[in-house]
């Protein structure tokens, strides 16, 4: 059982927490450190107003605790966890709002009120206890950067410094940032926890692999990492795809998906209104086998930029791989390393011009060792993926099955064919029912100028609406 305890003060019409910790069985000995902002809101008996005293209980754990607990878990080794996560903020006035608490700190700081400015009054006493820690995991945030608090935020990471404590954490875009480690999103929560696990794995390896009196096991650390990689990994019969969107497929059918090759492999692109942002990765059977994605995965990543830069900076980097622009944004492959690598924006190739249809959109969670979707012949030839066929409503005509069908265009919905209007491109009017059939297309003029577009199948196309 976790128990989270936390010791406050109560000064004028001000709440303080001074301090808090998570407890793991009986021990007291510290398996880390944490600073956050500020603490959230808690239950427990305080003294009246104005009193002064500290008083120390049991608190219940708040969402952001009970996030820390999981990722410390992630952490145990064999044994299990046994000892004391130790958290402290930059900010420790209890029950402020996110609106305000920046405002609150500065005048408080300007006061030179003491539980506000704790770091220079009790500097020594934590530089001896941070010494003991074996990390600490910094996750202040990312929003709120006064001049006050870059002050404090510097003291603390000098004390740190000075301490000789490995830091872990995930850096925002600037020097005083570090993302916290409860995102709203679940998808990103993942993605942090998987960051500071891998910190945590080249930590303890760079101590061969013992912290304390707990011997950790270099295979499970190895078997974490492959297994966190594959349960996003879906096999078709010519490729493996590596979904950092598992769900994309479901969510976005219809929508603008690009499959870019970039040396061997193919990132999947998701064009939405504000830019393209990356959803999966294909490594074609041809070129890599399941070892090999799996190897390709932990030694590689891909970069995505925003159009319109000077110039990118990739961190956790060692060296780019590939590089190149589509629809004015950076693709690019790296060495992951420990380094800051810039490129000048002025020296990649933009390839959007010679950019041609590769890729089948398949929802991700039907797929299986054996190709999964509709095959279909264009005029007489196979291809390789489901095409977006343009119609023109005022003189093309679209017979499917023998029914006359409206659309403006034709494309992949889910895993077959659909047929679509350019008023809603995420939902088509009709679409094939049974994805596993032959579709043939078969495209001829006809003497208004106009074309013919012929589909046929052994299934009829149902009015969506009527399903």
Excluded at 281 to 292: A, D, G, R, W
């Amino acid at each position: 059982m976790i128990q989270a305890w936390g010791t406050f003060i109560v000064k004028e019409k001000y709440t303080y927490r001074t301090s808090a910790y998570l407890q793991w069985g009986s021990s007291s000995r510290p398996l880390g450190a944490v600073i956050m902002l500020k603490p959230n809101n808690v239950k427990l008996e305080l003294p009246q107003e104005g009193a002064s005293k500290p008083i120390s209980g049991p608190i219940a754990l708040d969402p952001t605790m009970k996030e820390l607990v999981e990722l410390v878990e992630l952490m145990k080794p064999k044994s299990g966890v046994n000892g004391r996560l130790y958290i402290y903020n930059l900010f420790p006035l209890q029950n402020t709002s996110d609106n305000n608490a920046e405002k609150l700190f500065n005048t408080l700081w300007e006061q030179n009120e003491k539980l506000v400015r704790n770091l220079p009054e009790d500097r020594e006493k934590l530089l001896g206890w941070f010494k003991e820690y074996p990390w600490v995991l910094i996750c202040w945030g990312c929003r709120y950067n006064s001049p006050s608090l870059r002050e404090l935020k510097l003291l603390w990471k000098s004390l740190i410094i000075d301490a000789g404590t490995p830091i872990l954490g995930k850096p925002g875009e600037t020097e005083w940032d570090y993302y916290h480690p409860g995102p709203r999103l679940m998808e990103r929560k993942n993605l942090y926890k998987e960051e500071i696990l891998s910190q945590y794995y080249d930590l303890i390896k760079q101590n061969n692999y013992r912290t304390y009196d707990n011997i950790f096991d270099i295979n499970d650390i190895i078997n974490y990492k492959l297994n966190n990689i594959k349960k996003n990994i879906r096999e078709y019969h010519d490729r493996y795809e590596y979904c950092i969107k598992p769900d994309y497929g479901e969510k976005h059918n219809g929508v603008l998906l690009h499959s870019i090759q970039l040396g061997d492999i193919f990132p999947i692109l998701l064009e939405m209104d504000n830019g393209i942002i990356l959803v999966a990765i294909i490594f074609y059977k041809s070129s890599f086998n399941l070892e090999q994605v799996l190897t390709w995965l932990n030694t590689f990543k891909v970069y995505i930029g925003r159009a319109g830069q000077e110039s990118y900076k990739i961190s956790k980097c060692s060296k780019v791989l590939k590089s190149i622009k589509f629809k004015g944004q950076l693709i690019a492959t790296y060495y992951k390393g420990n380094q800051v690598v810039e490129l000048a924006a002025g020296a990649i190739k933009e390839t959007t011009k010679n950019y041609k249809y590769k890729y089948q959109k398949i929802n991700t969670w039907q797929a299986t060792n054996t190709q999964s979707g509709v095959t279909v012949l264009l005029n007489g030839n196979i291809l390789n993926g489901i095409p977006k066929i343009e119609l023109v409503k005022s003189k093309d005509i679209i017979i499917s099955n023998g029914n006359c069908i409206v659309a403006d265009y034709i494309d992949a919905y889910g895993d077959g064919i659909g047929f679509y209007r350019k008023e809603d491109r995420l939902i088509p009017v009709a679409y094939l029912l049974n994805n596993n059939t032959t579709v043939e297309i078969q495209i001829t003029k006809r003497t208004n100028g106009g074309r013919l577009c012929v589909v046929k199948y052994k299934y009829y196309v149902f009015d969506i609406k009527n399903i």
